[in-house]
């Protein structure tokens, strides 16, 4: 854990809400810092076990917790979702004029690395150094907008989904509706509540969509630790565009430069119904779609990923997280450079 910066020894208190997520940590500093994308798939015999996953009651005790001890932090509820559990949004702006980026985890609930990312890097900002930051950025932060989905408390079976534990995760809300294809009819309590609450109610300027991918997707002949996309629609500029793609430039420079990062451009769709393209359209706000490799949860093996890779994960969702703030902070961001793009290889599951 010696390399864990941003989190002091002395802010390690293991409250029930970061247990999971500090184990998780403690895995990935002992020792797989060369698994460039090579954490063992599930093929039936790793283990993928969802008790050591932050549970709902645990993500909304840590963020209670944490609202009391931040002075910087406000803790808001955006809405509820279909089965009534309260949607967060964990708020830090400082300043109105300054520019503000929104952080969304677990549109699908079975996708939690990112969530669980997402409280280290909330208590990250509690250190004095990261405190800093927050004069010059605005920060917005969803942990888990399918809590329903995440806790598998829904209105069809999870039958035949693979990991062990208390809980199943899916992608689905309650509803068995895909929120990710919501954004355009918004009909889902979930997606009201982020239209109305969040995107229109605060001047946005960058948003990044924190998602899981499966496990078999390569660039260059090396699996990916994840995946990248700036908006694809026709309904934005080329100059929102680039916007995007000088955020997704951070992301790339701080992620793949490290040896286990391994990041590819993802095969997305152009619907607006996507959250990425969606959200920039409507609100002209530059958003990116961050992809992790493998699943926490589902019916095809090859999407689920054996724990033993969560640790390098969750610290690449980390840094995704602590660079672009730093860059939207010090103003970096915008000298970014996007020419990467032109030569990014898209990924595929046999390139
Ligand atoms: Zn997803």
């Known amino acids: 854990m010696r390399r864990s910066s941003g989190f002091p020894r002395s802010a390690r208190r293991t409250t029930a809400a970061l247990t999971g997520a500090l184990l998780l940590t403690g895995t990935l500093f002992a020792g797989n810092a060369a698994a460039v994308g090579e954490g ?3 093929q039936g015999n790793e283990t993928v076990n969802t008790s050591i996953l932050s549970t709902y009651d645990d993500v909304a005790g840590f963020l209670k917790d944490q609202d009391a001890k931040q002075d910087a932090m406000e803790l808001e509820v955006i809405g509820q979702t279909v089965k009534g559990r309260d949607i967060h949004l964990a708020k830090y702006m400082s300043d109105p004029d300054n520019p503000t980026i929104l952080y969304l985890a677990q549109q699908h609930g079975n996708e939690q690395l990112t969530t669980e990312a997402m409280l280290h890097t909330i208590k990250s900002l509690a250190s004095k150094h990261n405190a800093a930051l927050l004069d010059d950025v605005n920060v917005l932060f969803i942990p888990m ?6 806790m598998g408390d829904v209105n069809f079976p999870l039958d035949g989904y693979l990991a062990k534990g208390e ?3 899916t992608r689905y809300n309650a509803n068995e509706v895909d929120l990710n294809r919501d954004h355009v009819a918004k009909e889902q309590p979930e997606t009201k509540a982020l239209h109305q609450n969040v995107l229109r109610a605060y001047d946005i300027d960058y948003a990044i969509d924190l998602h899981h991918q499966g496990t078999q997707s390569r660039v260059n002949g090396d699996l990916v630790s994840g995946s990248i996309l700036h908006p694809t629609t026709p309904d934005v500029s080329p100059e929102l565009v680039e916007r995007s ?5 951070v992301v790339y420079e701080n992620v793949d430069s490290t040896g286990w990062g391994h990041i590819g451009r993802y095969a997305g769709g152009t619907a607006n119904t996507i959250g990425r393209n969606g ?3 409507e609100y ?3 958003t ?5 490799r493998g699943m926490s949860d589902h019916e095809y093996e090859p999407y689920v990923l054996g724990q033993k890779s969560n640790g390098y994960l969750i610290r690449q969702s980390v840094l995704t997280m602590e660079a672009t703030i730093r860059s939207i902070a010090d103003g970096s961001v915008d000298r970014a450079d996007t020419s990467f793009w032109d030569t ?8």
């Open 40 to 42: 063992p798939d599930y």
């Open 145 to 150: 907008f399918n809590a329903d989905g995440a």
């Open 167 to 169: 809980r199943h995760l």
């Open 245 to 249: 793609k000088r955020l997704g430039s």
């Open 279 to 281: 959200i920039a359209a």
């Open 284 to 286: 002209g706000i530059a």
């Open 288 to 292: 990116l779609l961050f992809e992790m």
């Open 344 to 351: 990014l290889p898209e990924q595929c599951s046999t390139c």
